[in-house]
């Protein structure tokens, strides 16, 4: 056998024997072949990501998805189906390891460990870690947390603030939001810990708001709200950086379109009604991105 015809029956053998040796997919290559854009958010962050009255999902996070889908359209020039799963914080990192979702936006924060795993994108929102108390608890510094049962979600950047500043705190692990707010209602735990504007969007929505209170007034940890996609990714996480910053900029600047999707959420009729300390932590967050990349031109507004 001549060796110009052995170089390519050893090639064929081997791609047979190997045949997983391929290059993998990346989401931008899947969401141009299918035309579907799969995103992971959360059923019970609210004003983030929640389960409406129509059981539908909805939020300034999934908003921000829109946003994204509509830049991928854009850049793709087809359309693109939105597909929302509903997660549990637990289940956002694995099901983008897996592949099962191309992206997840609800209210997660980066941490170097989960940087091992995922990517984020710029921070589009800013929060952080509190305690809801019934009204009367004398909860709030480091010191008077020791030895009291307070509520976390496990794997959130919560339980790791609370574990931080008091490590003999008796941390009670829940699987939702719901779970830790009932179980402060019947007095099973003595506080239950989460993000400072999750926590206020579920006191507004309450009949007997006066009954509980949100300490410290300073949170324990500040954090930026950002999207997470898989790895090695650029060319989405570019699509997805770029719509995030193009929408902070349109509403920095008072564009109606992008005001109107923020007002939304925070604003005085909006889902949560943010205060003025909330509302401008939000606010600076977005001008610093901005500040440190260069600006969209109108025209791409």
Not at 82 to 96: A, F, N, T, W, Y
Not at 158 to 176: D, G, S
């Amino acid at each position: 056998m001549s060796q110009k015809i052995a170089i390519p029956i050893l090639s064929l053998m081997f791609a047979m024997l190997v045949p997983n040796v391929v290059a993998a997919e990346t989401v931008m290559q899947k969401v141009a072949r299918t035309g579907v854009l799969t995103a992971g958010t959360s059923k019970d962050a609210l004003p983030f990501a929640y389960v409406d009255s129509q059981e539908k999902l909805n939020g300034y996070s999934v908003d921000m998805l829109t946003l994204i889908k509509e830049q991928l359209e854009k850049n793709l020039r087809k359309k693109i189906k939105l597909q929302l799963v509903g997660l549990s914080p637990s289940e956002r990192i694995p099901k983008i390891v897996n592949q099962q979702v191309d992206i997840v936006c609800d209210a997660s924060s980066f941490t170097w460990e989960r940087d091992k795993k995922v990517d984020f994108s710029v921070s589009y929102g800013a929060t952080g870690t509190q305690l809801l108390v019934n009204k009367g608890s004398n909860l709030g510094s480091p010191e008077s947390l020791i030895d009291k049962r307070i509520g976390v979600l496990p794997g959130t950047t919560n339980e790791q603030a609370i574990a931080r500043i008091q490590p003999k705190a008796k941390l009670v692990y829940f699987k939702t939001r719901t779970e830790g707010y009932t179980a402060l209602q019947k007095g099973t735990i003595d506080a239950f810990s989460s993000d400072s504007i999750i926590l206020e969007g579920w006191l507004q929505q309450q009949k007997n708001p006066d009954a509980f209170a949100i300490v410290p007034d300073r949170p324990y940890s500040q954090e930026g709200i950002a999207c997470m996609v898989p790895e090695n990714n650029s060319k989405f996480l570019d699509t997805v950086n770029y719509s995030l910053v193009k929408f902070m900029q349109g509403f920095v600047n008072g564009d109606p379109r992008y005001v109107a999707i923020f007002d939304r959420s925070f604003g005085s009729q909006g889902t949560v009604a943010l205060n003025r300390d909330l509302r401008d932590l939000v606010v600076e967050t977005m001008k610093l991105v901005i500040e440190f990349r260069e600006e969209i031109p109108k025209s791409e507004l």
